[in-house]
């Protein structure tokens, strides 16, 4: 019955999601975005008070009150976007995955109503950056330093006929030895550290580390616990962060293209 | 060993009187400590498959490990130990479970000072097997696929299995200490992240437990939304295992197949609810967003055609020689085995023992309608697997009976804040009994005890695995499929 089970795969509907629809979609990780001409002191007030982790602040130095948004700390509990009245919503797409830990951050300016633009990723050309991964060869090995599962099972999901990673040259590879990237899940926890050291010792140079989901890139709700480490970077050298609480696959696949870029540019390839 | 207990102490040996039993199986044991620092022990005891029953008592010094009436008390015990430093005399494996050899011996995390636990070293001792030919082979923590750390440790001769020893707790994360402190409604947020795949079940248990304290009735709609979200999490769950199992015996058509079935499903709940995980849905008095009546109609054909083609799919797989070739007959776990382990959910399902919390003891929704539960008797691979496809098809006719009579108005209440109060509350996730227990003290968590299925399953696996071959194992766990992160926690 090999056959039957085959033909009737065969027979099933193309679900392949294009390059384009897939390029950051984060609909269904409930994380914030923000309408800056409805933010108030008022609402930056409440979204702050009503957030868990320490991801919302207000920065009043300077003489101007800014609102931080830190991706990094964003568990997507959704409770700035009840509380937020219409000035936050959930984001259709997040495009800051794969980057430096200073850029998850984000900066309005409450007063002129208006996103402070600091340090703006390069973000436009992702899309082009996934494309670019076409034909490519990438081995990534994931390592769950303590996670819920629940950033490895948006992993998993990236191999499935939705995302099918395979068509960008992407492939899981079973030895850190055979890996040029380490995807790490996770606060890294006591009992992990050392498991996670060992892997990344064992990944052939270059290598690239990307911390996944908020416990990643920041400790998200385990931050402080008597048996975490810390978040990737305390433990290990990290190149790229993805937010999320889980990051969707689409996010992942951004983030993982996004820490390519610089060794994607024609004029960096040769010396890479 | 004898262990004589002060007249103040007799909860214990009530508990443990009670567990020799033939009725009486065990659910939980931990710790706690009262408004005076002292420890307290407490033992929760399903009676008859219908009551659940708490004998608690101050503990002063070494109390009789329960061990060695019920071998379901083993990892409970070493845990207590761990956290509490309370000794369980004449345990037969006294060594620690949560902590590995970087944590100093002597500090207990619910009763000391953590704020600064130094770096210890030490080696820990693997059961040795001897014998001409034994080999040892070290598996993990890291492992070959994208799945949580734990480490295997076998003992073989040739291909076959002699012993299996399970190393865990990798993942553990001190969550029932980071409960602590935390007022109730931000709880919810922390038990979503126990266990990331079943995270609707432990927001659901852990907002029951709360809503019990506090004698809240949630509004009928919200009950009839919960059951649709635990039900959908079982569904999800179920097909991504079967499917998972047929990978690991490289039958890759039905694995990837089903991995659509299951995205399809996350698609749908994003549509509906947008969320892909039923992530902040559930939080004390209620659930957080409510659909309208043009959306049941469509969200109730998604999850039946989904269901619909999984089951065809499922048959063909069922029918496919190699698969029984490789199913049948594989890591059998007997009935007796798996009542003296204690272990619940599909897993005691496939071995013939019929635990379901959905009816033993029922909450919500489930209080109003019968569910059937499936029974096989042989516990194998293949028993594993039969029982998640009949469960699926279960579970997809509760949503949509669930959906047509889908009662009207609202779906929150509001829960007061600053009460004090304990209670315990169980649902039946995708892996079985799952129950939180609380204490609330001027509206905050002060003590959280998640009894979770793994935690209780685990130690069967390595029973299931003696005679198999080694490259049998995947498979085997597969059909097991235990969370790391939910025992570890």
């Known amino acids: ?272 | 060993m004898n262990v004589t207990l002060p007249n103040s102490e007799t909860g214990i040996s009530q508990a443990l009187d009670l567990l020799r039993a033939p009725n009486a199986r065990l659910v939980s044991i931990f710790g706690s400590t009262g408004d005076h620092h002292e420890r307290y022990v407490h033992y929760l005891i399903d009676v008859n498959s219908r009551e659940y029953r708490m004998f608690s008592s101050v503990v002063t010094g070494p109390i009789p490990s329960a061990t060695p009436i019920s071998p379901a008390a083993a990892w409970y015990e070493r845990e207590l130990h761990d956290q509490y430093g309370i000794e369980c005399v004449g345990h037969p494996d006294p060594r620690p479970l949560l902590f590995h050899e970087n944590w100093p011996e002597n500090v207990h995390p619910m009763i000391d000072d953590v704020t600064h636990v130094p770096w210890a070293e030490g080696q820990y001792q693997f059961l040795k097997v001897q014998g001409a030919g034994v080999c040892e082979v070290p598996v993990g923590p890291i492992h070959a696929g994208i799945i949580e750390p734990g480490h295997f440790r076998f003992s073989v001769v040739g291909d076959t299995v002699l012993h299996l020893e399970l190393r865990h707790f990798y993942t553990h994360k001190g969550t029932e200490k980071l409960f602590e402190g935390t007022p109730v409604i931000d709880g919810v947020m922390i038990a979503e992240s126990v266990s990331g795949d079943n995270c609707f079940s432990h927001a659901v248990a852990y907002c029951q437990a709360i809503e019990s304290a506090f004698g809240i009735s949630v509004p009928p709609r919200a009950q009839a939304l919960r059951l649709i979200g635990l039900e959908l999490e079982r569904m999800i769950a179920h097909i991504a295992d079967v499917g998972a199992m047929c990978g690991d015996v490289g039958f890759n058509v039905p694995a990837a197949y089903t991995a659509r079935i299951k995205e399809t499903l996350l698609r749908a709940s994003t549509r509906f609810f947008g969320t892909r995980f039923w992530r902040g849905m559930a939080v004390p008095g209620g659930v957080t967003r409510d659909f309208s009546s043009a959306d049941t109609g469509e969200f109730g054909r998604m999850v039946a055609a989904a269901a619909g083609d999984f089951a065809e799919m499922a048959r063909l797989i069922l029918h496919t020689s190699s698969v029984q070739n490789r199913f049948e007959s594989t890591g059998i776990l007997t009935a007796e085995i798996a009542r003296q382990t204690g272990v619940v959910g599909p897993v005691a399902r496939a071995s013939g023992i019929r635990l379901d919390v959905r009816c033993d003891h029922p909450s919500g929704r489930y209080r109003d309608i019968n569910v059937d539960v499936p029974l096989y008797k042989y516990g194998d691979v293949l028993a594993r697997a039969r029982i998640r496809i009949d469960e699926t098809a279960i579970s997809m006719r509760l949503i949509h009976e669930t959906l047509k009579q889908l009662p009207a108005g609202s779906v929150l209440v509001s829960v007061p804040l600053s009460e004090n109060a304990e209670a315990w509350s169980a649902v039946e996730s995708p892996r079985g009994e799952l129950l939180y227990w609380v204490r609330i003290r001027d509206g905050k968590i002060a003590r959280c005890h998640i009894k979770s299925p793994s935690f209780q399953n685990w130690p069967a696996l390595p029973v299931a695995m003696p005679g198999n071959i080694i490259a049998d194992f995947p498979l085997i766990n597969k059909s097991f499929n235990l969370s790391y992160s939910g025992s570890d926690r």
Request: proline share 7%; hydrophobic share 45%; charged share 20%.
């Open chain 1, 1 to 272: 019955m090999i056959g039957d089970a085959v033909e009737r795969s065969l027979r099933s509907p193309q679900v392949l999601i294009s390059v384009s629809e897939l390029f950051s979609n984060a609909a269904g990780s409930r994380m914030p975005d923000v309408q800056p001409d409805l933010l108030t002191d008022e609402v930056a007030r409440r979204v702050v008070a009503a957030c868990p982790t320490s991801a919302l602040k207000v920065d009043e130095a300077a003489g101007r009150t800014h609102l931080i948004l830190n991706y990094g700390e964003c568990i997507a509990c959704s409770r700035c976007v009840a509380a937020g009245n219409g000035a936050f919503r959930y984001a259709e797409r997040v495009a800051r995955c794969g980057v430096r830990k200073k850029a998850l951050i984000r900066r309005w300016d409450i007063q002129r109503r208006a996103e402070v633009v600091q340090d703006e990723p390069a973000l436009s050309q992702a899309a082009e950056q996934i494309r670019s991964l076409v034909g490519r060869a990438l081995n990534i090995r994931q390592v769950d330093a303590g996670s819920c599962n629940g950033c490895a099972g948006e992993i998993l999901a990236l191999t499935n006929p939705y995302y099918d990673l395979e068509r960008f040259g992407i492939h899981f590879v079973a030895s850190p030895k055979h890996a040029d990237m380490l995807l790490v899940t996770g606060p890294v926890t006591r009992n992990m550290a050392a498991a996670l050291k060992l892997a990344y010792d064992a990944v052939p140079s270059p290598k690239l580390v990307v911390a996944v989901g908020a416990c990643g890139c920041s400790g998200g709700i385990f931050a402080g616990s008597h048996a975490v480490v810390g978040p990737v970077d305390a433990v290990i050298p990290v190149d790229g962060y993805i937010p999320g609480c889980p990051p969707t696959p689409s996010m992942l696949l951004t983030g993982i293209a996004h820490v390519l870029r610089p060794l994607l540019l024609p004029s960096r390839r040769r010396t890479a």
